[in-house]
């Protein structure tokens, strides 16, 4: 049984740019969140989907936005990147309120 | 105030030590409560959850205390292999937003 996936591993990407990070659940799982960590601090919650609709969102400008396919898979899409934008993003599957994560992406913005 | 806050440490015990680490949150109407681990540069793993009779899994125990709204994780007979980092975690009720805690780092020594 794979676990959450995440892709790319690591991306370099420059202030004013775009990016795409894709995450495929755990099986059986219908819901996926996504976390922003940055060094030495804990996951900090970004928003969540389930049933393809934006559930509930943390503390992120509206450059931060999503989507949920109907076979629950999720993309994070990250607009007018700026510096402190460099994090590990994690995503995380559940069916109920225990969460598994993925190994994430680490972004760099220069 | 943060909404969980916890010693960011680091702790430093030797094998055999017990160790005890509390984390507080500031919403008392929160309904889910978590322990996870973390690795150096890896995604959380969720250690165990947290029940209001409390609970424990082998050398790990977790309690709550709604009161004073905190909890905690007791580790016994410390283990090389304990060394992580070890994250909080709070769901409101009602909610989907999960909140970590900034994490309290724990070293091992032989």
């Known amino acids: 049984d794979a676990g959450v996936t995440q892709s790319p591993t690591h991306l370099i990407k420059t202030r004013g740019q775009q990016v795409t990070l894709r995450c495929s659940p755990k099986s059986g799982h219908d819901t996926v969140s996504w976390y922003q960590q940055a060094l030495g601090q804990g996951p900090q919650f970004i928003f969540q989907y389930y049933e393809e609709e934006e559930r509930q969102r943390g503390n992120f400008p509206d450059r931060f936005s999503g989507h949920q396919f109907p076979n629950y898979s999720s993309e994070l899409n990250v607009n007018a990147l700026l510096l402190g934008d460099s994090a590990l993003y994690l995503c995380?599957?559940?069916?109920?309120?225990?969460?598994?994560f993925g190994p994430g992406t680490r972004l760099t913005v220069l | 105030r943060k909404e969980v806050e916890q010693d960011p440490g680091p702790f430093n015990v030797p094998e055999g030590a017990t160790v005890a680490f509390n984390c507080t949150y500031s919403n008392s109407a929160s309904q889910s409560f978590f322990w996870y681990r973390q690795d150096c540069r890896k995604e959380p793993k969720l250690l165990m959850s947290?029940?209001?009779s409390g609970n424990e899994d082998g050398r790990f125990t977790a309690q709550l205390n709604r009161a004073s709204q905190y909890i905690s994780l007791l580790i016994r007979d410390s283990k090389l292999s304990d060394s992580a980092t070890y994250l909080c975690v709070v769901i409101p009720f009602g909610g989907f937003k999960t909140i970590f805690g900034a994490g309290t780092r724990l070293f091992v020594k032989a």
């Open positions: 995380a599957s559940s069916n109920y309120n225990e969460q598994f």
């Open positions: 947290v029940y209001s």
